[in-house]
């Protein structure tokens, strides 16, 4: 089945504990990116990639990190998480950055006390 | 920049015909999509314009004017499951994506 897999589907943790959020797609798609949605402000794009070792920043790219070393994965790092970046994130592929649709993953509810 | 603008809430009855707009400003146009997002579940692909004019998909259908920055998802022939946000977003031509805020619609019975 054609998907985007995002892991952990929801974590609690801590100010400051450095944390991994992954993304698979199995679609051999060459774009990939992660948002976050927060109430009253949408879906905001943290970064993108257009393909492998191609990474771009969207508009929200401060506090984040990430990799795209091989073409099916995209994780999103965390190096020293704070309260702000609670938030519901979203990872999704498409075949290329041009004019095809985005397939999200699940979503990750991410909780930083 | 960019930045997209659509209404926040949206009311409708079951059976009927709603469109949502959608007005945006942005650098390098390449092309508008349309999301729907049910509550607690991810977006999901409904429609995409990059010419103007009326792209038609069943019940769904989009439109775009470029030269007025401007689109529209209209909805036909409402069903209560099309409760759900409705999101618009543009792309550039670096591949950067940039989404409204969401237009929450409600079909009453």
């Known amino acids: 089945e054609a998907q985007v897999t995002q892991n952990p589907r929801y974590l609690i943790t801590v100010t400051g504990k450095k944390l991994t959020v992954t993304c698979s797609q199995n679609?051999?798609?060459?774009?990939m990116s992660w948002y976050r949605q927060d109430p009253g402000l949408g879906l905001r794009q943290i970064y993108y990639?257009?393909?492998?070792?191609?990474?771009d920043k969207g508009d929200v790219p401060e506090g984040y990190k990430v990799s795209r070393k091989e073409k099916r994965n995209f994780p999103l790092i965390l190096e020293s998480p704070s309260p702000n970046q609670t938030s519901l994130y979203f990872c999704?592929?498409?075949?290329?950055?041009?004019?095809?649709?985005?397939?999200f993953g699940d979503g990750t509810r991410l909780s930083i006390l | 920049g960019q930045n997209i603008d659509q209404p926040t809430e949206m009311t409708a009855t079951e059976g009927a015909i709603v469109q949502i707009n959608c007005t945006y400003q942005t650098s390098g146009f390449n092309g508008l999509f349309w999301y729907q997002q049910h509550a607690g579940e991810a977006p999901t692909f409904l429609s995409y314009?990059?010419?103007?004019g009326l792209e038609e998909k069943g019940r769904f259908s989009s439109f775009l004017s470029r030269s007025k920055g401007y689109s529209y998802l209209l909805l036909k022939e409402l069903q209560m499951k099309d409760s759900a946000s409705y999101l618009c977003a543009t792309r550039d031509q670096g591949g950067k994506l940039i989404f409204g805020q969401g237009t929450e619609l409600s079909v009453k019975p």
């Open positions: 679609m051999n798609h060459e774009y």
């Open positions: 990639s257009m393909n492998v070792e191609v990474t």
């Open positions: 999704a592929s498409s075949f290329d950055g041009d004019n095809q649709p985005q397939h």
């Open positions: 314009n990059v010419l103007d």
